[in-house]
C-alpha cells in the first residue's frame, strides 16, 4: 500500500495509468500449466526401463472452477501461447488490485481535502444526532 497523504493529483496520475494499462489486457486465462511424463505400461517400450522420464511431455493446464479442479490438455503447439495468456491474466489481478488500492487512496483523500477542520475531528457532525425513543416509551404510550 502507499504512503497515506499523497497528493490528490498524483494519485489522479497513478489511477489513470492503471485504467489504461487494464484497457490494453490481451488475452488471458486462468490457471497453471504443467508438463508431465508418462510411462504407457509396455514392458518392451523404453519407457519402462529405469532413469527413462517416459512418453512426453504432455501439457495440462489446470485451475478451480466452482470448487472442483479442472484440467485441459494444452497441445504442444499451444504451450506458448497458453504461457502468455496465463501470465497476462496474472497482470491482469495485479492491475485489478493495484486500481482498488489508489481509488481507495483517491477516495480518501479527497474526502480528506473537502472536509472541514470540525468535520475532522471526533464527533464529525456540528448537528447533535436525534435520540429515538426507547422501544418500553412507545408501548406504554399506546390505548391500554
Do not use: N
Not at 46 to 72: I, N
Not at 103 to 119: K, V, Y
Amino acid at each position: 500500500m502507499a504512503l497515506p497523504g499523497k497528493p490528490v493529483a498524483e494519485l489522479e496520475r497513478r489511477w489513470a495509468e492503471v485504467r489504461a494499462a487494464l484497457s490494453a489486457v490481451g488475452e488471458l486465462r486462468p490457471g497453471a500449466l504443467v508438463s508431465r511424463y508418462r510411462a504407457c505400461g509396455k514392458p518392451t517400450c523404453h519407457c519402462a526401463q529405469p532413469g527413462d522420464p517416459g512418453h512426453g511431455p504432455c501439457w495440462s493446464l489446470t485451475r478451480v472452477v466452482d470448487g472442483k479442479t479442472v484440467t485441459k490438455v494444452i497441445p504442444a503447439a499451444a504451450v506458448a501461447r497458453t504461457q502468455a495468456q496465463i501470465a497476462e491474466h496474472r497482470r491482469f489481478r495485479q492491475l485489478a488490485r493495484d486500481l482498488v488500492e489508489v481509488g481507495e487512496q483517491l477516495c480518501h483523500a479527497r474526502l480528506t481535502d473537502a472536509a472541514s477542520p470540525e468535520a475532522a475531528q471526533k464527533g464529525g457532525s456540528a448537528q447533535p444526532s436525534r435520540r429515538r425513543r426507547a422501544a418500553k416509551s412507545r408501548r406504554s404510550s399506546g390505548p391500554a
